[in-house]
């Protein structure tokens, strides 16, 4: 990828930048070259990559080397873009949302410093992978169990500074995040929580700090560079149920929210509910062409066709159950009779007890796969996708809404319809997948167009989305418009305040230092 | 061990995306564990290439990988079996295609940073999975 440097740096200071790096981690952890610099670019992004260009990456191996490049940056105005593994496909990869910043991979620093299988917790380094962690239960045979997001690729703090989600009773995984270590802009290094104490022992099992709590600050933030964090574990069930209930018909979510979410609430269900439609299932059958060979999104009497021929519910609500068997088949009992409320057939279901074989692929046991990603073939060539996923309330009214409003949106943009509403108890995070070949620049504009119209419209009707793509993160950032941008005001003041220079992820989130502020107009979609 | 996975391989060979549509995906293996990477020094050369190809490889790589699973139809295809949709069990490759593939990318496969695989650790791989040629 072309060279693109950072804000009013020229090439010499460029150079004498990446030298000094190259003094704190050694030549070969300062990587430069055009084949560098594409593999730190978005490899889903909307249209060509170098929309979002990083100008090099740098990577530590310890918490003193984070330290030591932070202050250079400073030294030499050097933008950094801290990412664990950067493996955020969908939401821009390892990309940095200002053009020419330096990527700070923190894949090397990949120790699990601790895990305690009493407690159920462990302390991990950025560069963990979910298949490092769970790996390294396995081999040591611990009762203890991850949860993973569709794409496990990536890295478990990563995933979980950036408020990903998972399938299991610990999925929503910023909240399983307990005491970090964090190197502030300026380079000085701070421990949160009881952590703030030299040697206290409950670093990682109490959540807050003595006074304000900071954790979560540093979670989708530009505040620090986060070098480790404790994260709170499963215990491993001595069983688990399976119930896969097919639901028939589009409207039919409604009555699943307003059956669901309330056991949830009230913990007879802990897990995360993923309710995923149709096209979830037909991704994993064929290519979009073995089913629908024009461009424009399959019409609704070919979608009837193909879910009788497939014997597929519009919907798939496919529920877990965790614990000590008699419990789970008292709650199970529970759950069918909900159901059967609303729905005659009764549900497939599938024990698993302690012992017993795990697939390669099963997101509601945890276990870690990047199969998931096989799903940009669908629309085949480079294919790929962005989720645009706004938060409703998990009531029957607002997931309707929700529902009628972005299927009407995405059918005028003439686009197929492939959305889930994972059930996280009181809210529904509603994941609108919208995939593209990369290729096809017709399609990437009706794209870009139909997330543009999606983000606008609801949050005109009041709602949100939890995380987006660096193309739309201002636009995003601008929907939080209580009191004239309060939020974002109040970012920037302690953004100001905490990095001058504004070296750190600026534009993370909508959120620019005042020094770095000029930049925010460039790379929005 | 070889012939598990063979037989896998052959269930995939349905699950991959190809002219004929599947009406249910055949039952996934278990999950297979990667070999730990091998100790020494990331930037040092000689270290042992399979269980590099396992450990940064392995994530799409080994049996019910991504990587595995589109590869399937690609070999299938190519009038292969597909038990060589396990990249460990290819003849046919050589280390400076496995070098151009990594970090070029390929397909729905993206370039690798020298962060995933260092410069020594390819040089490794490539030649464990270009071995004999
Ligand atoms: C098919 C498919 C399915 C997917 N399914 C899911 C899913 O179910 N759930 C889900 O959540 N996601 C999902 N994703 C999105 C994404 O791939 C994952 O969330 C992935 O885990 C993110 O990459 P990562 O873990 O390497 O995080 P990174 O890319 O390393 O980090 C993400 C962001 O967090 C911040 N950050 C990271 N590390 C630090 C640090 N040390 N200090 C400060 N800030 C930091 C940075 O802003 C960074 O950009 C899916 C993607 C695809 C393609």
């Given at each position: 990828m072309k060279l693109v440097l950072p804000p009013r740096v020229g090439p010499k200071a460029f150079d004498a930048a990446l030298t000094a790096f190259a003094g704190v981690?050694?030549?070969?952890?300062v990587m430069a070259g055009d084949a560098d610099r594409d593999a730190y670019s978005?490899?889903?992004?909307?249209?060509?990559?170098?929309?979002?260009?990083?100008?090099a990456a740098v990577a530590p191996g310890s918490v003193e080397e984070v330290q030591a490049i932070v202050r250079l940056a400073n030294q030499h105005t050097i933008p950094l873009w801290p990412v664990?593994?950067?493996?955020?496909l969908g939401y821009?990869?390892?990309?940095?949302?200002?053009?020419g910043s330096v990527v700070l991979d923190?894949?090397?620093?990949?120790?699990?410093?601790d895990i305690d299988a009493r407690l159920a917790t462990c302390v991990l380094e950025p560069g963990v992978s979910f298949f490092d962690l769970y790996e390294a239960v396995q081999r040591e045979k611990l009762p203890l169990w991850l949860s993973v997001p569709?794409?496990?690729?990536?890295?478990v703090l990563g995933n979980a500074f950036e408020h990903g989600i998972g399938?299991?009773?610990?999925?929503?995984?910023?909240?399983?995040?307990?005491g970090f270590e964090v190197v502030l802009p300026d380079g000085d290094l701070v421990r949160t929580g009881m952590g703030?104490?030299?040697?206290?022992?409950?670093w990682h099992l109490h959540?807050?700090?003595?006074?304000?709590?900071?954790?979560?600050?540093?979670?989708?933030?530009?505040?620090g560079v986060v070098t480790r964090a404790g994260l709170w574990m499963q215990p491993a069930p001595a069983a688990s149920l399976e119930l896969v209930f097919d639901i028939p018909n589009e409207d039919d979510i409604g009555w699943v929210i307003d059956t669901i979410a309330p056991l949830k609430i009230a913990g007879t269900i802990d897990q995360n509910v993923f309710v995923p439609s149709w096209l979830g299932k037909m991704v994993l059958k064929g290519q979009r062409h073995d089913f629908w060979?024009?461009?424009g999104a399959i019409p609704e009497w070919r979608v009837k066709e193909l879910l009788a021929q497939y014997k597929l519910g519009y919907w798939q609500v496919a529920l877990r159950l965790y614990g000590e068997e008699p419990v789970i088949r008292a709650k199970a009992d529970v759950v069918r009779a909900a159901m059967a409320r609303h729905l005659s057939a009764p549900p497939a279901e599938h024990w698993w007890h302690a012992g017993d074989p795990m697939n390669a692929m099963d997101t509601t046991m945890g276990v870690p796969s990047a199969?998931?990603?096989?799903?940009?073939?669908?629309?085949?060539?480079r294919g790929a996708h962005m989720g645009f996923s706004p938060v409703v309330p998990a009531t029957a009214e607002h997931v309707m809404g929700q529902l009628k409003r972005s299927r009407a949106i995405i059918a005028a943009h003439d686009v197929d319809f492939y959305a889930s509403f994972t059930i996280g108890g009181r809210f529904a995070t509603n994941i609108n997948m919208l995939m593209y070949d990369r290729d096809k620049p017709d399609q990437v504009a009706n794209m870009k167009r139909l997330f543009s119209a999606l983000i606008g419209e609801t949050a005109k009707a009041g709602y949100g989305e939890y995380r987006t793509h660096l193309g739309w993160m201002d636009t995003v950032m601008d929907t939080y418009d209580f009191n004239n941008h309060a939020l974002r005001r109040l970012n920037e003041k302690i953004k100001d305040a905490l990095d001058p220079n504004g070296?750190?992820?600026?534009?993370?989130?909508?959120v620019w230092p005042s020094a770095m502020r000029d930049q925010a107009k460039a790379g929005r979609v | 061990m070889k012939h598990s996975i063979a037989r896998w391989a052959l269930g995939a060979a349905l699950l991959a995306p190809a002219a004929q549509v599947l009406a249910d995906p055949p039952p996934l293996p278990p999950y297979q564990m990667r070999a730990p990477a091998?100790?020494?020094?990331?930037?040092?050369?000689?270290?042992d290439g399979k269980a590099l190809f396992e450990n940064h490889?392995?994530?799409?790589?080994?049996?019910?990988?991504m990587g595995t699973n589109l590869l399937v139809k690609q070999r299938l295809a190519a009038?292969?079996?597909?038990?060589?949709?396990?990249?460990?069990?290819?003849?046919?490759?050589?280390a400076a295609y496995v070098h151009a593939v990594v970090r070029m990318g390929k397909g729905a496969m993206p370039p690798q940073t020298r962060v995933d695989a260092t410069d020594s650790e390819l040089d490794s791989v490539a030649a464990y999975l270009g071995r004999g040629k």
């Amino acid at each position: 990828m072309k060279l693109v440097l950072p804000p009013r740096v020229g090439p010499k200071a460029f150079d004498a930048a990446l030298t000094a790096f190259a003094g704190v981690v050694g030549k070969e952890w300062v990587m430069a070259g055009d084949a560098d610099r594409d593999a730190y670019s978005d490899i889903y992004a909307p249209g060509p990559a170098d929309q979002w260009p990083a100008s090099a990456a740098v990577a530590p191996g310890s918490v003193e080397e984070v330290q030591a490049i932070v202050r250079l940056a400073n030294q030499h105005t050097i933008p950094l873009w801290p990412v664990s593994r950067g493996k955020n496909l969908g939401y821009g990869t390892a990309a940095p949302r200002m053009a020419g910043s330096v990527v700070l991979d923190l894949g090397r620093m990949n120790r699990i410093i601790d895990i305690d299988a009493r407690l159920a917790t462990c302390v991990l380094e950025p560069g963990v992978s979910f298949f490092d962690l769970y790996e390294a239960v396995q081999r040591e045979k611990l009762p203890l169990w991850l949860s993973v997001p569709g794409n496990a690729w990536g890295s478990v703090l990563g995933n979980a500074f950036e408020h990903g989600i998972g399938y299991t009773p610990y999925g929503l995984h910023a909240r399983n995040l307990c005491g970090f270590e964090v190197v502030l802009p300026d380079g000085d290094l701070v421990r949160t929580g009881m952590g703030a104490m030299s040697g206290n022992h409950a670093w990682h099992l109490h959540p807050m700090s003595f006074g304000p709590t900071f954790d979560l600050a540093f979670t989708q933030s530009s505040l620090g560079v986060v070098t480790r964090a404790g994260l709170w574990m499963q215990p491993a069930p001595a069983a688990s149920l399976e119930l896969v209930f097919d639901i028939p018909n589009e409207d039919d979510i409604g009555w699943v929210i307003d059956t669901i979410a309330p056991l949830k609430i009230a913990g007879t269900i802990d897990q995360n509910v993923f309710v995923p439609s149709w096209l979830g299932k037909m991704v994993l059958k064929g290519q979009r062409h073995d089913f629908w060979d024009k461009p424009g999104a399959i019409p609704e009497w070919r979608v009837k066709e193909l879910l009788a021929q497939y014997k597929l519910g519009y919907w798939q609500v496919a529920l877990r159950l965790y614990g000590e068997e008699p419990v789970i088949r008292a709650k199970a009992d529970v759950v069918r009779a909900a159901m059967a409320r609303h729905l005659s057939a009764p549900p497939a279901e599938h024990w698993w007890h302690a012992g017993d074989p795990m697939n390669a692929m099963d997101t509601t046991m945890g276990v870690p796969s990047a199969a998931p990603l096989q799903m940009s073939d669908w629309v085949g060539g480079r294919g790929a996708h962005m989720g645009f996923s706004p938060v409703v309330p998990a009531t029957a009214e607002h997931v309707m809404g929700q529902l009628k409003r972005s299927r009407a949106i995405i059918a005028a943009h003439d686009v197929d319809f492939y959305a889930s509403f994972t059930i996280g108890g009181r809210f529904a995070t509603n994941i609108n997948m919208l995939m593209y070949d990369r290729d096809k620049p017709d399609q990437v504009a009706n794209m870009k167009r139909l997330f543009s119209a999606l983000i606008g419209e609801t949050a005109k009707a009041g709602y949100g989305e939890y995380r987006t793509h660096l193309g739309w993160m201002d636009t995003v950032m601008d929907t939080y418009d209580f009191n004239n941008h309060a939020l974002r005001r109040l970012n920037e003041k302690i953004k100001d305040a905490l990095d001058p220079n504004g070296i750190l992820a600026p534009g993370k989130q909508g959120v620019w230092p005042s020094a770095m502020r000029d930049q925010a107009k460039a790379g929005r979609v | 061990m070889k012939h598990s996975i063979a037989r896998w391989a052959l269930g995939a060979a349905l699950l991959a995306p190809a002219a004929q549509v599947l009406a249910d995906p055949p039952p996934l293996p278990p999950y297979q564990m990667r070999a730990p990477a091998p100790a020494g020094n990331r930037l040092s050369p000689g270290r042992d290439g399979k269980a590099l190809f396992e450990n940064h490889c392995g994530y799409c790589h080994l049996a019910a990988g991504m990587g595995t699973n589109l590869l399937v139809k690609q070999r299938l295809a190519a009038g292969a079996g597909p038990a060589t949709a396990l990249l460990a069990n290819r003849d046919d490759l050589t280390a400076a295609y496995v070098h151009a593939v990594v970090r070029m990318g390929k397909g729905a496969m993206p370039p690798q940073t020298r962060v995933d695989a260092t410069d020594s650790e390819l040089d490794s791989v490539a030649a464990y999975l270009g071995r004999g040629k």
